[in-house]
């Protein structure tokens, strides 16, 4: 690995500064579990690692009356560990503890899994559907951005040279809604995925028929998906197989995947299908459980 | 769970689950595996890799390198002496003396940095500027047949797996063979199947990297330790291409962390040697995991057509299998193997085999547990499969009805010993699991016999009898799975003596005599041989020692059960103990020694298997449900580690069935060389193997004892494919049966 | 970047070490501290043979550098077995149950296993499965290191009644 500075800031200020300086070439570590690997490999570089896990703002995890807020650097391990937010955020908890292994979670971050903006991130499509808005801090002050708009392309993402992500906000589930993510992979464990899905829904109070629903992908496009028009199709329909069909086919509509040592266009397109479907249908579950 | 049958009970120590020795130096890290070596001084090096798959080296220029701080010393092919035609016996042993003209895969090594530290060397490679003329590559074997296709070598070595091959064009070998007329036996077949096939080149997989330290010292004289199958191979390659008296190189084998075939030949110590010649100083290259995958000698893939004819009432009359193995760079794909085992487990009065080694631009393969043998019955066994389907007969009685019993004759004419296809085929069937009916939607069920010639060959071992009666013996086999502990074993049984009693290490190649390497189920056959003739050697000493002391004649004294005693006075009589302590003063201590050389006595040996499973048909992923796998072990010298080697082939032949494959792009380089997307099975992709461990003993081997570490690997994907079948109605012709594989097979037949 | 000091305590005794920024906590451990047990088996946090448990999360060690255990408590596979020479009970049954073939995936599995007993001390063959997914393994099959784990899982529970 080539040399590099290491700093602990343990205030979002000092961070900031520290991100600013070193011409832009400074990366956050935080789990360290994509950032040293790229590293290593040659496929990112760093002049100066700044170690996010002594910044309180960026390892807070609390849940309020008003959401979640997610720092940046939380391991996926602490959000399995609290049982709370796993009742809270149950699709979280899917994509918490399917990342890599039990010792890759505790270390991975959900932000990172974030910032590392592959397009198979497993956290991501979750955030997505919950509504997530990351906030982000710089040498000029801070800016929000929704999840679904922080990634820009394989392993890019919206953060300017000296900015870093602080943390995720997710607002409060609504009565009657439950989410779920699910992912496609040849092996049970320690893989990426194929093909993700993630679904929000919110049910009427009969909990009969939609209210609402988001609907984002993984793996099958440059970026994590948002597929805003799946999620809106099912809005007033009722809950039942024909409906989350068409939500089905409407997510394979926009997914965009490409053929890899992964999969091939019409696998993960098919995939897309039968994800969509399963997380609906599981996420329907939860919301009459709810 | 595990059931054995057959279970002998006239040994006092073999067939026990004793203690391994080496176990409590592996349960709290203090066994010392090559990486784990440190010496004062040591430096670390670190290979360059061609990123062509075909390419002319031009020129390579490494001043640059050599001015970084902490770099000491580059090595490339023109540090190596010219090695005169046939001075290098190993085929292909060449390839370790770095590439010199042309660069044959991407991953061939091409220059080596030493450094104070692998971050150094790591960066220093970059600064090696090699220029490539990039040349047109083949990576299909079909293609590499054709006219035309951009040559790889001026010559083909013509040996593979102590078979001599034909030139059949230039990138290829060929072996055939026939017996009786397959033309007229097809005519008498009433049912004929003929089907293509296909595997992937796949890894071993061990999970310790290839590393090494080797030490120069002025004189010349070389020091290795290396992780190593065949120390003994280790040390003769590096020899010859170093231009080295034999015993002026030492192997030191350490634990050795996995091989199934991988580590058998040097790929780090010749280049190591003349780094460290350089520096004066040790130097240690341990791999990359990427490394491993691009460099190291993967299990080739083939190309597979087998027609297969047989009478309605399930006897087969005739064969063809026409096979293409991809040896990668260097020709020695495991084809005469193949050749010998390939139809060998049945009795077909005309077949023809025709096996081809083919060179593509791809990594150099090597062995990989049973070679060859998985591939030619995921294909020859999915035939049978077919063939039973048409016949309509159980899959079990067609092959009981053909399986080869003592007495038949193999394809070179010699007649099998007693051997157990029958008993593995008996004991499949009457199985709890093969008598409890499968149901439910998208499951099915699959059996598969596999067969696999084992191995002998040469090994030595010595025996010293210490004062107090314990012994220690030392062999030269490194111990991938526990062998020392069965050899052991069988040194004390002969000994009569118990198993805390006997120390057994594995030693250097100055230490003890030529061993070969760990490698064709040969070890516990072949090293437990020698350590029973050392043990025999103790044991005529011993009387001999005994007879002095009584003033007797040595025929008058005998031994047994660790006694030795006068045939017919009562009053003489020393147990091994009481000898021993005897020895010193009276003439010398008692050192056992032998070689050995049991080519004649190797049992082949046979494993069914019965599977089920589920697939999912809205994605093709295929779940395991239940396996039980029949082994013929001959005789299990520890049933503990006997289960072991069943559970862990089959998991091996699972993943090979499943997921395993090389992801080559059109240029050659593999995109998935990483443990994360090269995808073997973890713990929760498979359930508990069920092992019936049978015992037919080998007639040849003094216990019994069959090779077993091998024929557990080579059934699976052909048991899955068949179940496959059973649940979804789809014949699996390539490997892997994939996710994806499966659903585009789905789609097909749905018309999609 | 100069080599740092870097304070930690590992298998329960303080120590002092220097390390570059760049060195992972697996190097630290084996060519620093020289505690070569545990092991390197790829590099990339896909093989569980580098695992050791850092202030009581079980870690892939190559994914940490050695300069994030300043402050923290590091646990190797040298450090389970007691002073005396007493095995731990994971070590007593991968012995005793035949859980290891080869050895290099022993100490990553072990420890593994330690953490997941820790957090679950009567784990069901799929917990198991499911904990040890980090850890590969290409000899065993994985059924007897299943079994070992669940033996003692048992062993521990006893113990503690």
Not at chain 2, 198 to 227: L, M, N
Not at chain 2, 285 to 297: K, P
Not at chain 2, 394 to 423: W, Y
């Amino acid at each position: 690995m080539i040399d590099f500075d290491y700093a602990v800031p343990t205030s979002l200020s000092e961070a900031v500064s520290l991100m600013g300086s070193n011409g832009g070439s400074a990366r956050m570590l935080a789990g360290g579990t994509d950032l040293l690997i790229m590293m290593r490999a040659g496929r990112r570089l760093a002049k100066l690692v700044v170690d996010a896990k002594s910044v309180p703002e960026l390892n807070e995890l609390s849940l309020t009356d008003s959401g979640l807020n997610l720092g940046a650097a939380t391991s996926c391990k602490r959000i399995w560990d609290d049982e709370p937010v796993v009742q809270a955020y149950p699709a979280l908890n899917d994509s918490a503890s399917i990342i890599g292994s039990v010792q890759i979670q505790g270390r991975a971050s959900v932000g990172g899994n974030l910032c590392n903006a592959a397009p198979s991130a497993d956290c991501t499509p979750t955030l997505i559907v919950h509504s997530g808005v990351c906030t982000i801090a710089g040498p000029n002050g801070t800016r929000q951005v929704p999840v679904e708009e922080f990634c820009t392309g394989p392993g890019t993402n919206v953060l300017q040279p000296g900015e870093l992500l602080v943390n995720i906000k997710l607002p409060s589930a609504p009565t009657n809604s439950g989410a779920h993510y699910l992912r496609f992979t040849p092996r049970n464990e320690m893989d990426i995925a194929v093909a993700g899905s993630a679904a929000f829904v919110q049910l009427d109070e009969s909990k009969q028929n939609f209210a609402s629903a988001r609907i984002s992908l993984a793996a099958v496009a440059p970026t994590p998906l948002f597929a805003k028009a799946a999620g809106d199709l099912l809005v007033g329909k009722p809950v039942n197989e024909e409906s989350i069909q068409q939500a089905a086919e409407a997510a394979k509509a926009v997914a965009k995947p490409i053929t890899d040592m992964r999969g091939t266009v019409d696998q993960r397109i098919h995939l897309v299908g039968v994800l969509t479907a399963r997380a609906l249908r599981k996420a329907v579950e939860r919301a009459r459980e709810a | 769970m595990s059931t054995t049958i057959e279970r002998s009970s006239q040994y006092k120590v073999i067939g026990k689950d004793v203690l391994r020795p080496d176990g409590v130096d592996k349960v709290t890290g203090r066994a010392v595996f090559a990486d784990d070596v440190h010496l004062n001084g040591m430096l670390h090096a670190k290979v360059l890799r061609s990123p062509h798959a075909h390419a002319k080296i031009r020129s390579i220029d490494v001043s640059e390198a050599l001015k970084m701080p902490g770099v000491r010393a580059v090595v490339t092919s023109e540090d190596f002496p010219p090695i005169p035609e046939g001075i290098v016996k190993e085929e292909g042993a060449a390839f370790f003396a770095l590439a010199s003209d042309k660069v044959l895969f991407r991953g061939h090594a091409v220059a080596a940095v030493a450094a104070d530290s692998p971050h150094v060397a790591d960066e220093a490679l970059s600064k090696i500027k090699v220029e490539y003329e990039v040349l047109k590559a083949v990576l299909d074997p079909r293609e590499a047949m054709e006219p035309g296709a951009p040559v790889l070598h001026e010559k083909l070595n013509p040996m593979s797996f102590g078979a001599r091959l034909e030139q059949h064009s230039p990138n290829a070998l060929q072996q055939i063979t026939s017996m009786g007329d397959i033309e007229q036996g097809f005519r008498e077949a009433d049912v004929v199947v003929e089907r293509e096939f296909t595997t992937k080149t796949v890894h071993q997989g061990y999970i310790e990297p290839q590393s090494c330290v080797v030490d120069t010292a002025p004189d010349g004289s070389v020091t290795i330790w290396s992780t190593c199958q065949g120390p003994f191979r280790h040390r003769d390659n590096t020899a010859d291409l170093l231009q080295l008296p034999q015993n002026k190189v030492k192997v030191i084998p350490t634990e050795i962390g996995g091989g199934f075939g991988g580590k058998e030949v040097p790929y780090l110590e010749p280049m190591a040697a003349i780094l460290s010649r350089k520096t004066g100083r040790p130097v240690k290259i341990t791999m990359s995991r990427s490394d491993v995958f691009e460099g190291t000698g993967p299990a080739c893939a083939s190309y597979m057509r087998v027609k297969f004819g047989a009478k309605k009432t399930g006897e087969l009359v005739a064969a063809h299998l026409y096979f293409c193995f991809e040896a990668g760079a260097f020709p020695g794909a495991p084809v005469g193997g193949a050749v010998g085992i390939g139809l060998g487990r049945y009795k077909i009065p005309n077949q023809l085999v025709e096996g081809f080694d083919v060179v593509v631009n791809k990594p150099r393969t090597q062995p990989y547990r049973a070679p060859g043998a998985t591939q030619i019955h995921f294909a020859t066994e999915g035939v049978v499969d077919e063939l039973c389907e048409k016949i309509g007969m159980d899959p079990i009685e067609f092959r009981l009805k053909n399986v080869v019993q003592e007495g038949d004759r193999n394809v070179q004419g010699v007649p099998f010993l007693r051997i157990g296809g029958v008993e593995v085929l008996e004991a499949i069937k009457n199985s709890d699991h093969y008598k409890t009916p499968l149901e439910g939607p998208n499951r099915g069920r699959g059996v598969a016999l596999g067969f696999w010639r084992n191995g002998g060959g040469m090994s030595s071992c010595s025996i010293s009898v210490h004062p107090d009666g314990t012994v220690s013996i030392i062999e030269g086999s490194p111990d991938l799975s526990g062998t020392r502990t069965g050899i052991g074993m069988q040194a004390a049984e002969t000994l009569g003596i118990p198993f805390e009693d006997v120390r057994i290490t594995v030693v250097d190649t100055d230490s003890v005599g030529y061993t070969m390497g760990s490698w064709g189920s040969r070890t516990s056959f072949a090293t437990g041989w020698a350590a029973i003739e050392a043990a025999r050697d103790v044991n005529l000493k011993m009387v001999e020692r005994a007879s002095s002391i009584w003033s007797v004649p040595p025929e008058e004294v005998e031994v047994s059960d660790g006694t030795f005693y006068h045939r017919d006075d009562g009053s003489k009589k020393f147990t091994f103990k009481q000898l021993a302590a005897r020895l010193n003063a009276t003439g010398g201590p008692v050192v056992g020694s032998s070689v050995v050389d049991p080519t004649r006595g190797v049992g082949p040996a046979f494993a069914a298997n019965v599977v089920d499973l589920e697939v999912d048909p809205e994605t093709g992923k295929v779940t395991i449900l239940r396996y039980t796998v029949a082994q013929d072990v001959g005789q299990a010298l520890h049933p503990g580690m006997v289960e072991g080697q069943l559970e862990g082939g089959t998991v091996q032949g699972i993943g090979w069935a499943l997921n395993e494959e090389y992801f080559f792009d059109n240029d050659g380089q593999m995109r998935n060389s990483s443990f994360l997307d090269y995808r073997m099975p973890v713990a929760l992709d498979v359930p508990m193997i069920d092992t019936i461990i049978i015992e037919v003993p080998n007639p040849g081997h003094p216990y019994g004892v069959r090779g077993v570490g091998e024929n557990n690997i080579i059934t699976p994907p052909a048991a899955i494919a068949a179940a496959i079948h059973n649940a979804i109605g789809v014949r699996m012709t390539d490997l892997p049966m994939s996710p994806g594989y499966v659903l585009q097979a789905l789609w097909q037949q749905n018309g999609h | 970047m100069a080599k740092v000091i870097v304070n930690a305590v590992v298998n329960g005794e303080p120590v002092e070490f220097f390390c570059e920024p760049r060195q992972s906590l697996l190097e630290v451990i084996r060519d620093v501290l020289l505690l070569t047990g545990t092991k390197e088996g790829c590099n990339d946090g896909n093989c569980g043979a580098c695992n050791v448990i850092l202030d009581g999360v079980l870690v892939d060690s190559c994914c940490v550098l050695g300069v994030e255990a300043q402050g923290k408590t590091v646990e190797t596979i040298e450090g389970l077995a007691g002073t005396d020479g007493d095995l731990h009970p994971l070590q007593r049954t991968f012995l005793d149950l035949t859980g290891l073939q080869c050895g290099i995936c022993t100490p990553g599995f072990i420890v593994s296993a330690k953490a997941l007993l820790e957090s679950n001390p009567n784990p069901s063959e799929h917990e198991i499965r499911l904990g040890l997914s980090g850890n590969l393994c290409r000899c065993t099959g994985y059924d007897k290191i299943v079994l070992a784990v669940q033996e003692a899982g048992k062993m521990l529970t006893e113990a503690k009644r």
